[in-house]
């Protein structure tokens, strides 16, 4: 078992405040082990007792009566049988109807601290984001990262060896249990995409057309990198006879997108200041998603690349946009707070060509942030006039500052 150290000291630093700790991302990323990661170390180093920590999984059949909101109620106060503090785990709690119900409830004790799991955005949508505001936190939890995959690994196996394996299978925990049997690997994410595709998004939100819809999946992750518009899309699939609107195609993106699939980034105007409405990009949740979508094609390893990236800056920091500088584009802008830097991605630009068409937007940028160019030449850190050129394979295994 990886200990999720980032995702633990997360949790450490809100136990016992009065907020409902929220723990979001996609199927099987590894949140209920984190919640027993962390129920273990509250037993281990604070001494809680088991019968203090009350742990529900509601796709489990045996809870099925719990999920009427007013039964799952008289169970836990029927457990919570002193005034200790209790700890309560709900995984993918929004099978539960009115589940917030319960939890402004629970609120009003000062002994119960909750913790919740989901795989569905809608957990923070609509009334509950309402119900709660300013009483929770979210705490995003990612497919392992390529430092944690690599930690697994036998000391032999070379960086580069590793990145191939990683972009091949992906992070998500169990495939590192069976990582030895491609075919056994193939199996399971494949059926880990259908569950999310028919379980999160057609049944969720109703959609009939799931052929349709696995053809903007496909679109989406074949254009990974690139800017999209909605209506380019429609166009683009209609006039290769897949007739679909821009309403449907916006539909099908939201219901991805709040399933954890994808990840919508919208650009960010540097010289205007200004968040831009027009043109997104869209990455996927986990590398080894991509063979499963559209097959084993080599595709563009620049685009692989920068998917890997934008999932790593998505771990470190609280926000990140695609830049636009004149005409030209800044591949990432991390924000966190007051801080900012703002990063290129390529596979190598030991062409000169290719590196001064990496630096250019970079140059253009008239503030005093810190600029990265990242790349897969293995090469001694570089200093281009203030940029530095790293090799992504170190930066990837840096540990992450919370």
Known sequence: MIIRKTYLSQLLKWKNQPVVKVITGIRRSGKSTLLEMFGQQLQSEDHVSPDHIISLNFEDLDNEELTDYHRLYTYLKSRM???????????????????????DSLLLRSNVDIYVTGSNAYLLSGEIATLLTGRYIEIKVYPLSFSECLSTLPETMSPESAYRQYVDIGGFPYTLRISHDRQQIKDYLEGLYNTIVLKDVVTRWKFSNVSMLQSVVRFLTDNIGNVMAVKRISDTM?????????????????????????????????????????????????????????????????????????????????????GKVGDAEIDFISVDGAQKAYYQVALSVRDEHTLNRELTPLNDISDHYPKYLLTLDNDPVISHNGILQLYVLDWLREEPVR
């Open 238 to 322: 209609t006039s290769a006879g897949r007739k679909i609107s821009s309403h449907t195609v916006e539909n099908f993106i939201s219901a991805l997108t709040l399933s954890y699939i994808f990840y919508d980034v919208t650009r960010y105007d540097v010289k205007g200041m200004a968040h831009l409405k027009s043109g997104h990009k869209y990455y996927l949740a986990d590398p080894g998603l991509r063979s499963i979508i559209i097959g084993t094609k080599t595709g563009d390893l620049g685009h692989i690349l920068e998917n890997v990236v934008y999932l790593e800056l998505r771990r470190r920091y609280r926000e990140v946009y695609v």
């Open 81 to 103: 049988k002193d005034r200790s503090m209790y700890y309560l785990f709900f995984d993918e709690i929004q099978m539960v109807k009115d589940f917030q119900r319960v939890i």
